[in-house]
């Protein structure tokens, strides 16, 4: 699948507008601990994720995933990865963390955040 900067530069922007108008919402539920454990292990809300989603750029971004999941396989996943310092919730300092972030847009330009948690495996940038 071909994807260029430009590409990315639109999907980001659809998203960041989505993002800015309160149009998403970052998946929390049984399925996603990682996003749970971000949450509980460093000092970041609500508005710490969204200010980090909107800072991201293309430079940022990895790779487009199908989606797996039975009757959802038309939608495209972008994947981007972020380096952020967060202060650890049962620590004294604060660490460079690098996030894997998913994202799944809908064509209501509803944002739904898939993955929003700690790296877990050496991550590759697609324009760096």
Do not use: W
């Amino acid at each position: 699948m071909g994807i260029d900067k430009k590409d990315i530069e639109q999907y980001l922007f659809e998203l960041k507008e989505a993002v800015g108008k309160d149009r998403y919402r970052i998946d929390r539920n049984a399925r996603r601990q990682g996003n749970i454990n971000l949450f509980l292990d460093y000092i970041i809300d609500e508005a710490k994720a969204k200010e980090i989603i909107l800072n991201l750029t293309v430079m940022d971004f990895s790779k487009v995933l199908q989606n797996e999941h039975v009757g959802y396989e038309h939608e495209r996943l972008y994947v981007f990865g972020k380096d952020v310092n967060l202060l650890e919730r049962n620590g004294t300092k604060a660490k460079a963390v690098p996030l894997y972030i998913k994202f799944n847009k809908l064509k209501d330009c509803f944002v739904i955040v898939v993955s929003f948690h700690e790296q877990k495996h050496p991550f590759t940038y697609c324009f760096k």
